[in-house]
T-cell receptor, first 108, second 115 residues
Framework: DAKTTQPPSMDCAEGRAANLPCNHS???????VYWYRQIHSQGPQYIIH???NNETNEMASLIITEDRKSSTLILPHATLRDTAVYYCIGRSQGNLIFGKGTKLSVKP | EADIYQTPRYLVIGTGKKITLECSQT?????MYWYQQDPGMELHLIHYSYGVNSTEKGDLSSESTVSRIRTEHFPLTLESARPSHTSQYLC??????????????FGSGTQLSVL
């Protein structure tokens, strides 16, 4: 099982990079790190996932430390529409666990 | 884009009524899930299914039941609604191919209010 720890909230200025950290010290060697976000009252949306190497897609970049005990989600140029709760996903008995996440507020 | 639909979007109902929340997906995904979420709180997994005729209970105990008669359809039923069932219910689906493919697609949710 992989438990995750994230700061409850963060602020970011519009146009700047948002760096969201996550600790997952209990992650096992073959478990992927997944990130989702949830914009107010909507269903969560997949952002990115990775195993060992850093990953980048059109939404974000994911940096995973070499020991895999933590990762950082990077939104390179945050916009107001990126205001949401960001979840670094843990795992319990094979199922994905959404913790409380980090509430990111992007401010003009 | 994801094609997973939940109806109704909002439901206000009296105590004791039987309700069914609908969830359908057109992606041919084998695995489907129901999560429950109170405002500002975590999502809790209440039911999931690996495919037709498969249903499993999640981490959070729930008085609701589910069925999976068709791949694309995963309805959730409450036999007798109570105010404690007031919550948002989120349906999701994913491929069944190990962790590398465990990308969940969520519906827009059903906001249930039991008076």
């Amino acid at each position: 099982d992989a438990k995750t720890t994230q700061p409850p909230s963060m602020d970011c200025a519009e146009g700047r990079a948002a760096n969201l950290p996550c600790n997952h010290s209990t992650i096992s060697g073959n478990e992927y790190v997944y990130w989702y976000r949830q914009i107010h009252s909507q269903g969560p949306q997949y952002i990115i996932h990775g195993l060992k190497n850093n990953e980048t897609n059109e939404m974000a970049s994911l940096i995973i430390t070499e020991d895999r005990k933590s990762s950082t989600l990077i939104l390179p140029h945050a916009t107001l529409r990126d205001t949401a709760v960001y979840y670094c996903i843990g795992r319990s008995q094979g199922n994905l666990i959404f913790g409380k996440g980090t509430k990111l507020s992007v401010k003009p | 884009e994801a094609d997973i639909y939940q109806t109704p979007r909002y439901l206000v109902i009296g105590t004791g009524k039987k309700i069914t929340l609908e969830c359908s997906q057109t992606m041919g995904h084998d695995k489907m899930y129901w999560y429950q979420q109170d405002p500002g709180m975590e999502l809790h997994l209440i039911h999931y299914s690996y495919g037709v005729n498969s249903t499993e209970k999640g981490d959070l105990s729930s008085e609701s039941t589910v069925s999976r008669i068709r791949t694309e359809h995963f309805p959730l039923t409450l036999e007798s609604a109570r105010p404690s069932h007031t919550s948002q219910y989120l349906c999701a689906s994913s491929e069944l191919g190990g962790e590398a493919n465990e990308k969940l697609f969520f519906g827009s949710g059903t906001q249930l209010s039991v008076l």
